[in-house]
């Protein structure tokens, strides 16, 4: 059975993985899983969460009448 075949299979009978699996799909490519873009994408996700944490920590001014 070929990986792609294999994940189409596990996504259909465990379906709680669909998403997953479908985020992480598109890092199989013919020559194995790339890694590099997979980490990169990781990165930018993690950078996006820690700034809108530092965002949400930012001290605002209370509103005056």
Do not use: C, H, Y
Request: hydrophobic letters at 40%.
């Amino acid at each position: 059975m070929e990986f792609k075949d294999w994940l189409a299979q596990t996504k259909t009978d465990k379906q709680e993985l669909d998403l997953f699996i479908d985020r992480i799909e598109p890092f199989f490519v013919e020559s194995g899983f790339n890694a590099s873009e997979f980490e990169k994408r990781v990165a930018i996700g993690v950078n996006s969460i820690d700034k809108q944490v530092e965002k949400s920590l930012m001290k605002e001014e209370d509103a005056q009448d």
